[in-house]
């Protein structure tokens, strides 16, 4: 029997932002981490280090909709700088998508500390700020 790989992340309700949607999403990329993680360690091959690579793209990306929508449609004063970071992040996930379906880069733990730390540091900051005007509009 082969020992348990520890997460690289754990979801707690600490890092909840009081926002349904956005939590659900937020847990999913969370597992979505911790599965890249895992195939990471177990060796697996690159086709499906690809296929979660691009679930985390994806899902990302409906996440980054979801909250932009709802910051337009509730007004939010700070949708600008958040949607900035939402695209910085896409553009920077494209390019080493890109690169790693090309051949040109590796999937590494260098690239897992990166989408860990901006996942963490993201739902601490601007999502955690959105979420509580969020709910000062009703959303919950």
């Known amino acids: 029997m082969k020992a348990a790989i520890k997460p690289l992340l754990v979801w707690t309700e600490e890092r909840s932002v009081r926002v ?6 937020h847990k999913k ?13 177990e060796g697996r091959n690159r086709v ?8 985390m ?4 990306h409906d996440h980054f909709a979801t909250e932009e929508y709802l910051m337009r449609s ?4 700070d949708y600008t700088a958040h949607k900035l970071e939402h695209d910085r992040l896409i553009a920077q996930v494209l390019v080493y998508q890109e690169q790693f379906q090309e051949g040109t880069v590796t999937m590494n733990a260098e690239v897992l500390s990166f989408l860990k730390d901006w996942l963490v540091k993201h739902i601490a900051g601007s999502d955690r700020n959105c979420g509580a005007f969020l709910n000062r509009q009703g959303v919950v």
């Open 57 to 60: 793209v994806r899902d990302t």
């Open 48 to 55: 499906q280090l690809e296929h979660i690579l691009s679930a």
């Open 29 to 41: 990329l969370v597992g979505l981490l911790n599965e890249l993680n895992e195939a990471m360690t």
């Open 74 to 77: 509730h007004a939010y004063p």
């Open 20 to 25: 349904a949607a956005l939590d659900a999403q």
